[in-house]
């Protein structure tokens, strides 16, 4: 069984920056794709970004130019670097891995950004 730790998480103001860590249990390498999602109270779980085994990356509108997703396979860790926090990106963050059709799930890690 895989298991996905998320760190980093923390209490910032807004315009701060944040870093989170997601370590696999695992070779990340067996994963098609790896991605953040973050559920905000009272709200749907949304996706973040991605990361393919390739390298490739994709974005929310909400957060391209301010979030980046990046990875070290000889770590087996996938990173989030939030830059120029808002409000708004309060939440409750997942790492998430794919292999196939079959999905993994951190147990999430708090932000919250201070107005």
């Known amino acids: 069984q895989v298991q996905l730790v998320e760190s980093g998480g923390g209490l910032v103001q807004t315009g701060g920056s944040l870093r989170l860590s997601c370590a696999a249990s695992?070779?990340?390498?067996?994963?098609?794709?790896m991605a953040w999602f973050r559920q905000a109270p009272g709200k749907q779980r949304e996706l973040v970004g991605v990361i393919t085994n390739s390298g490739s990356t994709t974005y929310a509108d909400s957060v391209k130019g301010r979030f980046t997703v990046s990875r070290d396979n000889a770590k087996n860790t996938v990173y989030l670097q939030m830059n120029a926090l808002k409000p708004e990106d309060t939440a409750v963050y997942y790492c998430?891995?794919?292999?196939?059709?079959?999905?993994?799930w951190g147990q999430g890690t708090q932000v919250t950004v201070s107005s």
């Open positions: 998430n891995a794919r292999d196939f059709l079959t999905y993994y």
């Open positions: 695992a070779s990340i390498f067996r994963f098609n794709d």
